[in-house]
Each structure stands twice: as structure tokens, then as C-alpha cells.
């Protein structure tokens, strides 16, 4: 039985991943993986993800791994990243596609013509380092209000419960990009490349026991 389970469907960052939490747990037994029963074993797993969502749904269930990560989001410690906050979702607006469904809401693509609040447009995908405005989970212990993180997206997520917002960030307008729920915790920015905050992050979701 591994310590923590990183899902490998063929659509994650799986390398960045795996050494961030190999940094934060060097005595865990981490491992990056596309058993499902690896994954059902697992104490902690780990949802990465790039890429489009038609084809990380595509692969997920190519891979025989759906059910895996269903069980595990609802049973057990997980962490959600990029994708794997989208795919949680019911349905996306990028390729037009179902998601799994655990997480009432859905994503939606980011303004082509959006400007900041000085009239200049911002591109999409939104891509660097934003301040991020976060709730009191655990998860966020020892992380300072607008503590920076790393951003790289088209799609953002709109939940349809407002009780499961973590943490928010501005691109130019406010939108979502953490949310938790029992033992599910999920993010759209990249713990594993945002420095202190997220290698703090990752700390906090080893430790973390949710009852």
C-alpha cells in the first residue's frame, strides 16, 4: 500500500508532481501510477492534469481509471490540479464534454476580450503568478492571504455551490480556483510550480486528516 498515489493518465505534469511531493514527504512512499488498484489502495492520491479536457476525459477512461478516481474523491484524501479541478465538474464548455461529476458546476472558458483595468487586453490562456485569496482550510495553513501561485489556463470553474469556494483569484474579474468538499480538495493553479506556498500546500495535504 503506497502513501500517495499521483494518477498517471497520460495528460499530467506527472514529473513536477511527483518530485514536489517527493521534496515535501521524502519518507513517504509516493508513486506515480496508472493501476487503479494502486490508486484504490493508496492512503492519499493525487489528481494532476494539462491538456484539453475532451482528451483527458478520453484517456482517463482508456486507461480504466474513472472509477478509481471516483472512489478515491470521494473516500479518502485527494488533491485535484489544473485538469483535475476541471474534470470533477459535470460538464465543460471546451470541447463540450460531461466531466466526472462529483462537483456540482461546470467550466467555462476565459473572455477572448477581456482588459485589464487599464484598457489593455489580457491574453488567454491565463499564464503566470497571481495573488490568491483563500478561506481557513486546512490546507492553506502557514500560507499568506495573496500568497502568489502559478497559473496556466483557458477554462476556469463555476460551482454551483458557493459553500465549497476555497480560494479565488482576479484575471481581470474574480473567479474561482480552490475548492474543498469532506476529503476533497482541489485547485486550478500548480502547487508543484509555485515556489513556497505551494511546496507549503503539498505539505499541508500529507498532513492532512480530514475526519
Given at each position: 500500500?503506497v502513501?500517495?498515489a499521483i494518477?498517471d493518465y497520460?495528460?499530467?505534469?506527472?514529473?513536477?508532481?511527483y518530485?514536489?511531493?517527493?521534496?515535501?514527504?521524502?519518507?513517504?512512499?509516493?508513486?506515480?501510477t496508472?493501476?487503479?488498484q494502486?490508486i484504490?489502495n493508496?492512503?492519499?492520491?493525487?489528481?494532476p492534469?494539462?491538456?484539453?479536457m475532451?482528451?483527458?476525459?478520453r484517456e482517463?477512461?482508456?486507461r480504466?481509471?474513472?472509477?478509481?478516481?471516483?472512489?478515491a474523491?470521494?473516500?479518502?484524501?485527494?488533491?485535484?490540479?489544473?485538469?483535475?479541478?476541471?474534470?470533477?465538474?459535470?460538464?465543460?464548455?471546451?470541447?463540450?464534454?460531461p466531466?466526472?461529476?462529483?462537483?456540482?458546476?461546470?467550466?467555462?472558458?476565459?473572455d477572448?476580450?477581456m482588459?485589464?483595468?487599464?484598457?489593455?487586453?489580457?491574453?488567454?490562456?491565463?499564464?503566470?503568478?497571481?495573488?490568491v485569496?483563500?478561506?481557513?482550510?486546512?490546507?492553506?495553513?502557514?500560507?499568506?492571504q495573496?500568497?502568489?501561485?502559478?497559473f496556466?489556463?483557458?477554462?476556469?470553474?463555476?460551482?454551483?455551490?458557493?459553500?465549497?469556494?476555497q480560494?479565488?483569484?482576479?484575471?481581470?474579474q474574480p473567479f474561482?480556483?480552490?475548492?474543498?468538499r469532506?476529503?476533497?480538495?482541489?485547485?486550478?493553479f500548480?502547487p508543484?510550480?509555485s515556489?513556497?506556498?505551494?511546496?507549503q500546500?503539498l505539505?499541508n495535504?500529507?498532513?492532512w486528516?480530514p475526519?
Amino acid at each position: 500500500m503506497v502513501d500517495v498515489a499521483i494518477v498517471d493518465y497520460g495528460m499530467g505534469n506527472l514529473r513536477s508532481v511527483y518530485q514536489a511531493v517527493r521534496k515535501v514527504a521524502p519518507h513517504a512512499d509516493v508513486c506515480v501510477t496508472d493501476d487503479a488498484q494502486v490508486i484504490a489502495n493508496a492512503q492519499r492520491v493525487i489528481f494532476p492534469g494539462q491538456g484539453a479536457m475532451p482528451d483527458c476525459m478520453r484517456e482517463l477512461e482508456a486507461r480504466g481509471l474513472r472509477q478509481a478516481v471516483l472512489d478515491a474523491a470521494h473516500n479518502k484524501p485527494f488533491l485535484g490540479i489544473c485538469i483535475g479541478l476541471q474534470m470533477l465538474f459535470e460538464h465543460s464548455a471546451e470541447g463540450d464534454v460531461p466531466g466526472l461529476g462529483v462537483l456540482a458546476g461546470e467550466v467555462l472558458r476565459f473572455d477572448a476580450h477581456m482588459k485589464d483595468a487599464q484598457g489593455n487586453q489580457l491574453k488567454v490562456p491565463h499564464m503566470g503568478w497571481n495573488g490568491v485569496k483563500h478561506g481557513d482550510h486546512p490546507l492553506w495553513a502557514g500560507i499568506a492571504q495573496d500568497a502568489r501561485f502559478y497559473f496556466v489556463h483557458s477554462y476556469y470553474v463555476k460551482p454551483r455551490e458557493a459553500g465549497g469556494v476555497q480560494a479565488t483569484t482576479d484575471y481581470p474579474q474574480p473567479f474561482v480556483c480552490a475548492v474543498a468538499r469532506n476529503n476533497l480538495f482541489a485547485v486550478q493553479f500548480h502547487p508543484e510550480k509555485s515556489a513556497a506556498a505551494g511546496l507549503q500546500l503539498l505539505q499541508n495535504f500529507i498532513n492532512w486528516n480530514p475526519v
